[in-house]
């Protein structure tokens, strides 16, 4: 089992988890936000697209992270003797 060492990672990687499923969210408000209230010449509506494309691109980025985190902590769990 692993010690309290760890317990740093393990809450980092839970946090990420979270931020990525944040950023999807927020990425996807404000695309609909941008689509609906329409565009002006500060904010196109083509920047909508951007607006959930980064979002994906950060909700992957952050699943990713604390994918690894979660492999790294289960590959030493399993290295103990």
Known sequence: ME???????????RIFDI???????VGAVVTVVILIGG???DAPRAAGIIGVLLGGVYFLLFKTI????????????????
């Open 19 to 25: 931020l990525g499923w944040v950023s999807l969210v």
């Open 39 to 41: 565009g002006g010449p």
């Open 66 to 81: 604390g994918g690894v985190i979660r492999l790294l902590l289960d590959i030493e769990s399993r290295m103990k003797p």
């Open 3 to 13: 010690g309290n060492n760890y317990r740093f990672l393990r809450t980092s990687g």
